[in-house]
């Protein structure tokens, strides 16, 4: 079945710092979508990605789609203690049961003061 | 004021009796899913709907059961048959049908089976 994999698991980020969330998935989608979840909390879209090679960005987030549209990063640059969380891809494959929306394990975000 | 509900919050079972975890919407979307979340996890899919009266299982759909009986509403069954229920459970919805379209969540139901 579609499998979609995030690295690194764990992200520790001092403040100010720039990282990157990697996905992929084992076919190719649809689209993409990425969602953040605080802690104790739940899911919360961020950005949806459609289209080979796609570069979208929010503030200090930029998203991208692989050009297969197989895989996609998330970068943030100047990393707040806002950033905190945990931040999940979804990757979209509509088949002819309908659309699956797939997440990743995703990537724990820790920064350091 | 529009949105997708879970209840209860947190609730607790004894081993062996099956229990169902509520999830409504009322943002008129015709997709809704079921996640599970197990601690420090990402989430995995048990079951999915496009439309009212059809439903499909994902990847983790063996000891749970569902029904989309209205447009609102997609109960998720936890029964005895699930090995490890204990969890947290999401549910959410999209817009989209053939298209997929942002998913909102509810706020989850957490499941503890002692």
């Known amino acids: 079945g579609q499998q979609v994999m995030q690295i690194p698991q764990y992200q520790h980020v001092q403040e100010g710092e720039d990282f990157t969330t990697y996905c992929n998935s084992s076919?190719?989608?649809?689209?993409i979508q990425w969602y953040k979840q605080r802690p104790g909390g739940h899911p919360v879209f961020l950005i949806q990605l459609v289209k080979s090679g796609e570069v979208k960005k929010q503030k200090r987030l930029t998203f991208q789609f692989g050009e297969a549209k197989k895989n996609s990063s998330l970068h943030i640059t100047a990393t707040q203690t806002t950033d905190v969380g945990t931040y999940f891809c979804?990757?979209?494959?509509?088949?002819?049961?309908?659309?699956?929306?797939?997440f990743g394990g995703g990537t724990r975000v820790l920064v350091k003061p | 004021d529009g949105g997708i509900t879970q209840s209860p919050k947190y609730l607790f079972r004894k081993e062996g009796q099956n229990v169902t975890l509520s999830c409504e919407q009322n943002?008129?979307?015709?997709?809704m899913y079921w996640y599970r979340q197990d601690p420090g996890q990402g989430l995995r899919l048990i079951y999915y709907s496009q439309i009212v009266n059809d439903f499909q299982k994902g990847d983790i759909a063996e000891g749970y059961s569902v029904s989309r009986e209205k447009k609102e509403s997609f109960p998720l069954t936890v029964t005895s048959a699930q090995k490890n229920p204990t969890a947290f459970y999401l549910c959410a919805s999209s817009s989209g049908s053939r298209v997929s379209t942002e998913a909102f969540f509810g706020q989850g139901t957490r499941l503890t089976v002692v």
């Open positions: 943002l008129n979307h015709d997709a």
């Open positions: 076919t190719t989608l649809s689209n």
């Open positions: 979804a990757g979209s494959l509509v088949a002819a049961a309908g659309n699956k929306l797939t």
